[in-house]
């Protein structure tokens, strides 16, 4: 029986940080053949936090692109706890426009506490470099399917997520920001994240009852980490199902439909009745 169900949104963002959970790598290893990584923005530098290449997904070329953690202190200082830079930030564009070009579908896997808010970062045009992603996205003319694996906080994570459909692993959060800074912000405490937590709405389950996720992919009980085997198949069901919708629809059709879910998140009714 998963018991997932009966754990607090505190408990699930704990599980959503655990160093043991799948990450891009592990999945793309379980799911997907034919790897080939890509590096580089072709500008200043190589992002180790942003991971990503051309795959074969049941036999069709894809592109993939993910926030990269470690399963360790030594590959989570490696890979900047996955908090990208700029560069990488570009390099995951970079990509995207090469899927465009060669017909390619794109999956995105998101993890990540924020973009890296280092004064390098800034220097190197953090804000626009995640400016130019929403706005590209939200262009392309190729299906775009985004799996939140684990945290998805702030624009770090929306930067790869313009997506058709958004799917979250049972267990994931997503929001503006992590619970700390909301209750720091909000109360100026972070120890209050607890309530941050709730007041949030951060789970999959909220965010599917907010419209913003597609589907949420079930997770063995006590999270992912315990039973990966399971967690693979399960997601290979529901990305499966969703690829197979998006790859009937045309490029004209692809972008108005990601458009119109971004621009239904968040209407209400009363939204309705002022916008007339």
Known sequence: ???????TAEEKVRIARNIDRPHVDDIIKNLFTDFFEQKGDHLFDEDLSIYGGIARYKGMPVTIIGHRKGHNIQDNIKFNFGMPRPEGYRKALRLMKQAEKFGRPIITF???PGA?????AEE?????AIAKNLAAMSSLKVPVITVVTGEGNSGGALAISVANRILMLENAVY???????FASILWKDSSRKREACDLMKLTAHDLQDAGVTDEVVPEPAGGAHTDPDTLYANLDAVLYKHLQELKLMSSSELVADRRLKFRNIGRTEEAE????
């Open 124 to 128: 190197h045009g953090q804000g626009e």
């Open 110 to 112: 998101v993890d990540t």
């Open 1 to 7: 029986m998963n018991n997932n169900n009966n754990l």
């Open 116 to 120: 890296y808010p280092g004064k390098e």
């Open 273 to 276: 009745y002022i916008t007339g």
């Open 175 to 181: 929001s503006v920001l992590s619970p700390e800074g």
